[in-house]
């Protein structure tokens, strides 16, 4: 997996912590981070890293809403993601909805946990906005850490089918907005 | 040279005599003169004062000795054409070890010739010769320009030199000749013995490597390339697809040369030689033993195109050279089966690429660390450098919520906090001009920092975990214990969790 950061991002933001991957269940020496200096070099190198179909994913992280972003750019990614298979992740921080031509579009936002007094799983509200393939939806997941996937929130059924496998959208680039 | 500088700069040659002076001991003395200057007897060391009085035209210029020592480095990297193996002798003096390479340049006056006479297009005077031993080479271009001297007749060549080509210390050259001695060939007459007492080991060795009985390494400049392959052009390249053609052809004899050692390259350098004396040099480094001539010529045409400030061909260039700085073992790996070997190899590429592109600072792996301190547990070191490491992450308790955040703030950020009890979690916090109020808080987990390390004890950070109403869940610490370390301890942001 590549995670690209920019800059900016990792002030204002600050950086990811190999430490938090391994709390959330994701081996961190199977991370690759980039730190490029503007959106211009992060989207180059993400063209370049999604031609090499040896990685998993490609997440990339855009701040707010740089000119060279547009649709024209986000068509090549796609492309370049179909081509080789790879999953690429479009993280817009602090961005206003553009049109994109991403296959789907979610916003994320965390969600409140269960009103019991144990500190629990991270839980996520996750908004379908937009989805190429087929209809949109809204769900409340909770990530396991343990087995790595998202499940229903729900303390009775807890171990009842999950809704959203992680990366359940295959070789398909989504932008994700994460809001506030 | 130093007014050869100078005269190379200005277009209209002053018809003045030109010396350089320079201060010392609080005299302006000469430090250098130019061949007008000397035909009037004006020579290096001698008072300003005194070279006015003799000459009354004169052009003076302060000397700058850093300007001359960049000018010297610069030419020494152009004569790495002829050797890898030159070295800067002096404040104006190159040493060139070029055996076993004057066969390429037509044999030694040939090449001796093609030296100069190179230099010489470029502006300076040169004195040259070559001999069996580079302090006999030294004293002959110093003082017998154009002298070959074969191995074995270095003592012959030099006998008749005066005693300063032997390189000792002002004193006691001084002393020699104040002794009589006036030629290399005369203090050589003396015994070994009498010189020893006198002048001490040194100034022996000196002269027996002077007259080629002995001989003392030089240290090249740079590090020796462990393979390199170079093409000449006898007609300056300027076109850039053809430069890339060249590399590309420079690769596959490189990766020729190290498939015979069954080595790849782990450093690379491509160096431009320009036509008119310019060198630049491109290094990349590799993630893993490289040897296919098309990834090294893609990973330099990544670099290439990534250079803020292009390689200007100028009227172009007519040497350019591909060298393997270092190499390494590279094993010929077997494929299991079903495993997809192919991944690690693109993965490896692809880091290469990155990093030619963009510096390898700024792709990163991270490696544990042995220490509890949340922000040091785990660092980023550059993916073409991660050394082999040990340790492993430490493993997280089945079950748990994450206890560490997913992004850590590269500072932690004060923030103002309104606490129920001075020990418990914070009620409210102010963070980033956004008030947050705390719906539920998970704490503390205390960690205190690692008084053997440090020389200043630092305060133990109590951590909470915290979400507030909207569910986000932040890091937050206080810095210090409440009426121990500190009466009023600040609050920080130090994460961010999922």
Redesign the interface.
């Known amino acids: 997996m590549l995670w690209i950061v920019q800059d900016f991002s990792a002030l204002e933001y600050g950086m990811p912590v190999p430490t938090g991957f391994a709390e959330l269940g994701i081996d961190p020496a199977h991370l690759l981070m980039l730190r490029a200096a503007n959106a211009e070099d992060a989207l180059r190198a993400s063209i370049d890293a999604l031609s090499c179909y040896g990685l998993g994913a490609v997440i990339l992280e855009i701040a707010g809403n740089p000119k060279v972003l547009d649709l024209v750019a986000s068509r090549r990614l796609v492309l370049a993601a179909q081509h080789k298979n790879v999953t690429m992740f479009l993280l817009r921080q602090g961005a206003v909805a553009e049109p994109s031509a991403a296959q789907t579009r979610w916003q994320v936002r965390s969600h409140r946990s269960a009103a019991t007094d144990d500190w629990g799983m991270p839980r996520f509200e996750a908004e379908l906005v937009r989805n190429r393939q087929g209809e949109t939806g809204h769900w409340v997941m909770e990530w396991s850490c343990d087995d790595g996937v998202f499940r229903k929130p729900d303390n009775q059924a807890a171990h009842s089918g999950f809704v959203v496998r992680a990366h359940a959208d295959g070789s398909l680039a989504a932008a994700m907005r994460i809001a506030g | 040279m130093p007014t050869d500088r100078l005269q190379r700069r200005c277009a209209s040659p002053d018809d003045r005599p030109l010396v350089l002076s320079i201060k010392s001991n609080n005299a302006r003395i000469l430090y250098a003169v130019d061949r007008k200057a000397a035909q009037l007897h004006l020579t290096p060391g001698m008072a300003l004062a005194s070279a006015r009085a003799m000459v009354r035209e004169l052009s003076v210029v302060e000397a700058d000795e850093p300007a001359d020592a960049k000018l010297l480095a610069t030419i020494a990297d152009w004569c790495d054409r002829y050797t890898p193996f030159v070295s800067i002798d002096g404040v104006d003096g190159l040493l060139l070890d070029v055996t076993g390479a004057t066969h390429l340049f037509g044999g030694e006056p040939a090449m001796l010739q093609a030296v100069c006479t190179a230099i010489t297009r470029q502006g300076f005077t040169v004195r040259a010769a070559i001999a069996g031993t580079a302090a006999a080479a030294r004293a002959l271009a110093r003082y017998a320009h154009a002298t070959i001297a074969a191995p074995g007749t270095e003592a012959k060549a030099v006998a008749l030199l005066p005693v300063a080509a032997l390189n000792l210390d002002t004193a006691d050259t001084h002393a020699l000749r104040r002794a009589g001695l006036k030629t290399i060939a005369q203090v050589a007459g003396r015994t070994r013995g009498e010189l020893t007492a006198r002048f001490g080991k040194e100034m022996v060795f000196k002269l027996d490597r002077a007259l080629g009985l002995s001989e003392k390494p030089i240290s090249p400049r740079h590090i020796l390339p462990d393979y390199m392959a170079e093409h000449r052009f006898a007609e300056p390249v300027v076109a850039e697809d053809f430069i890339a053609g060249s590399i590309l052809s420079l690769a596959q004899s490189l990766c020729h040369l190290l498939e015979e050692r069954g080595q790849g390259a782990r450093k690379l350098e491509a160096s431009f030689f320009r036509s008119d004396g310019q060198v630049s040099c491109i290094a990349l480094e590799t993630a893993r033993p490289l040897r296919e001539p098309k990834i090294i010529a893609r990973l330099f045409r990544e670099r290439l195109d990534a250079l803020s400030d292009p390689i200007d061909p100028g009227f172009g260039f007519d040497l350019i050279r591909l060298s393997a700085l270092h190499a390494e073992r590279l094993v010929p790996e077997s494929v299991g089966l079903e495993a997809?070997p192919?991944?690690?190899?693109?993965?490896a590429?692809?880091?290469d690429?990155?990093a030619a592109?963009?510096g390898s600072h700024?792709?990163?792996?991270?490696q544990?660390q042995d220490t509890h301190i949340?922000?040091g547990?785990?660092v980023?070191v550059p993916?073409q450098h991660a050394p082999e490491t040990k340790l492993d992450?430490?493993?997280?308790i089945?079950?748990?919520?994450?206890?560490?955040?997913?992004?850590?703030?590269?500072k932690p950020e004060p923030i103002e906090v309104m606490a129920q009890i001075p020990d418990g979690p914070p009620l409210r916090f102010r963070w980033r001009r956004a008030l947050h109020a705390v719906?539920?808080a998970?704490g503390p987990e205390r960690i205190a920092m690692e008084w053997w390390k440090n020389q200043k004890p630092q305060p133990t950070r109590d951590y909470f975990?915290v979400?507030d109403?909207?569910?986000?869940?932040f890091w937050l610490y206080r810095d210090g214990l409440y009426g121990r370390e500190h009466f009023a301890p600040r609050w920080y942001v130090h994460?961010?969790?999922?």
């Open positions: 997809r192919d991944d690690d190899k693109e993965i590429f692809l880091i690429r990155l592109r963009f700024r792709i990163l792996t991270f544990p949340p922000e547990a785990g980023a993916a992450w430490e493993p997280r089945p079950g748990e919520a994450p206890r560490r955040p997913l992004r850590m703030l590269t719906a539920r998970e975990r979400e109403e909207g569910g986000r869940r994460g961010l969790f999922a």
